[in-house]
């Protein structure tokens, strides 16, 4: 009996040393695999860029450097270059606020419906589903090209661009959330004859807001980021500004120097702010 059991105890062990070497042998190809598709992109790349990659890393902190040197000799300049370019600073702020507002909206409303146990009309899941893989798939970037060609330059384009692309971003994490939701007070709420609109609102919205709120808040500074972005291809806001600066070239960079400065602040206090707000929403602390 003790002999059976010491060699069930040695098969096991040699099933499991072997799943060992097997998982090995196949985490090996598959970073072999990487690497070769990673080498092969990068030489593909270098070779249609218009300047070779090795041959120009020596130069790689010449940009920076010039501008720190012109920055730092227009030093006294600093302080009135901040305050020219804050309005510009808000302007991007107020595109992420808008946008970040409007696609929550209707993240919420997409992830509603895409939500199994939740959804209006079940059969449409799928097409919920798909609308906003189409929504998030497409860059920000892409939709404020097109915009921009129709619309013509500003704000509005960068707005309705990030709107679109949050909305499709939030509502996949919208549904991830509705879907840990206890769905006895929606129960409770169909059997007294509620709409499935006050199902959603009285039943589910209570339970999920914490979260909600807390991938909004988490998106805001995505979207900041983006809309200033957005601004260097001339959808307005500080990014339209630092184009204008860096394309003056020698003699505008201390202003350069004083939009990035403005930017990364703003994008730190931002980021501080949020992360307090989303630890007391979810932790409540």
Request: proline share 4%.
């Amino acid at each position: 009996m003790t002999d059976t059991a010491i060699g069930g105890l040695g098969g096991l062990k040699a099933d499991y040393l072997a799943l060992v070497r097997r998982r090995q042998m196949y985490s090996g190809v598959l970073l072999i695999v990487f690497v070769a598709l990673l080498a092969a992109g990068f030489d593909l790349a270098d070779s249609r860029n218009a300047g070779g990659f090795w041959s120009g890393l020596s130069r790689l902190f010449d940009f920076p450097t010039e501008l720190v040197l012109e920055a730092i000799a227009k030093g006294a300049a600093l302080p009135a270059n901040l305050w020219r370019y804050l309005p510009a600073m808000i302007e991007t702020i107020n595109i992420a606020a808008v946008s970040t507002l409007v696609g929550a909206v209707l993240a919420i409303i997409l992830s509603l419906l895409s939500t199994r146990g939740l959804a209006r009309w079940p059969r449409l899941i799928p097409l919920f589903r798909r609308m906003m893989d189409t929504m998030r798939g497409i860059p920000e970037i892409v939709i404020a090209l097109v915009l921009i060609f129709v619309l013509g330059g500003g704000p509005v384009p960068a707005m309705i661009a990030i709107a679109f692309h949050t909305a499709g971003a939030l509502g996949k994490l919208f549904s991830e959330v509705n879907e840990n939701a206890d769905l006895k007070p929606v129960e409770g709420l169909s059997s007294v004859g509620a709409s499935w609109f006050q199902r959603m609102w009285l039943g589910v919205v209570p339970q999920v807001a914490p979260n909600y709120l807390s991938y909004a808040l988490l998106r805001f500074e995505i979207n900041v980021r983006a809309s200033a972005i957005l601004g260097f291809v001339g959808a307005g806001g500080i990014g339209a500004e630092l184009r204008v600066a860096i394309s003056w070239g020698t003699g505008r960079y201390d202003a350069a120097a004083a939009i990035f400065i403005l930017l990364f602040l703003t994008i730190v206090a931002i980021d501080q702010l949020s992360s307090h707000f989303r630890n007391r929403l979810v932790r409540g602390h």
